[in-house]
């Protein structure tokens, strides 16, 4: 008897260790509050600005090289910096996770499945939102 128990708990660890999320879906979904499986722009610009807020030690308004802490490149940096002060602020962070977003959407559908967010954009997507 205690050894169907036992071996009913082990059967239950073994279930219980397959279901277990992958690391890209579990930190899908810290994107996903509605949990339908996908990020879309609102979802993945709610967290940019948090990430915003949340590197924005100086309260100075805008991210800098240093507060970035290397999520954003030197030559996405430049890019995603139309008024060239070597800073981003919010406008220019959540600019740049839209186009972030485009390109870790392939097939347009307008949502970054788990598939796409493992793709080498949706890690740089994935970068700027976590
Ligand atoms: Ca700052
Ligand atoms: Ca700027
Ligand atoms: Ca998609």
């Known amino acids: 008897m205690a050894k ?3 071996s ?3 059967i239950a660890i073994v279930l219980g260790g397959a279901a277990a999320p ?7 979904r810290a994107f996903d509050p509605d949990n339908d499986g996908t990020i879309d722009l609102k979802e993945a610009q709610a967290a940019a600005s948090a990430v915003f807020a949340k590197l924005e030690k100086d ?5 800098d090289v240093r507060e970035l802490k290397g999520r954003v490149g030197q030559k996405a940096l430049k890019a995603a910096d139309p008024d060239q002060d070597g800073t981003l602020d919010e406008k220019e962070y959540l600019a740049l996770t839209a186009q ?4 870790a959407d392939p097939d347009n559908d307008g949502t970054v499945d788990t598939k796409e967010l493992k793709s ?3 890690k740089k997507l994935y970068k700027l939102i976590r």
């Open 8 to 10: 009913v708990a082990l």
């Open 120 to 122: 080498p954009a949706g």
């Open 100 to 103: 972030a977003f485009q390109q």
């Open 59 to 63: 309260s100075d308004g805008t991210l």
């Open 22 to 28: 992958t690391l890209a879906a579990s930190s899908l």
């Open 4 to 6: 169907r128990v036992l």
